[in-house]
């Protein structure tokens, strides 16, 4: 059994930066991938960044050169920075796992419940 711990989000001014974490414990897992999504009131959810095995990240033209995923291994973290942050930052930020426990076994997707980021304008 996995479970992810999200910490980092909070009320920040336009212009300002936020750091988002997403802890994982408990079972011994093999590292696949990992995803951050956000969603606004009324919006769609969407994939703001993510980043596989290798470390290879992906960002929207919306964050790209604002935002960075990472990922560091020795303590089963992967850390969302968010620079040059706007008012249309302001969502609901939630972590996705992909994991497996061991090589060549099941796949497995779990989420993390969500953190705040509010942008003030």
């Known amino acids: 059994q996995v479970q992810l711990v999200e910490s980092g989000g909070g009320l920040v001014q336009a212009g300002g930066s936020l750091r988002l974490s997403c802890a994982a414990s408990g079972s011994t897992f093999r590292f696949i991938g990992m995803g951050w999504y956000r969603q606004a009131p009324g919006k769609q959810r969407e994939l703001v960044a993510s980043?596989?095995?290798?470390?290879?990240?992906n960002y929207p033209g919306s964050v790209r050169g604002r935002f960075t995923i990472s990922r560091d291994n020795a303590k089963n973290t992967v850390y969302l920075k968010m620079n040059s942050l706007k008012s249309e930052d302001t969502a609901v930020y939630s972590c996705n796992l992909i994991y497996s426990l061991s090589l060549g076994g099941r796949t497995y997707s779990i989420w993390g419940q969500g953190t705040q980021v509010t942008v003030s304008s």
């Open positions: 980043i596989i095995s290798g470390d290879t990240t």
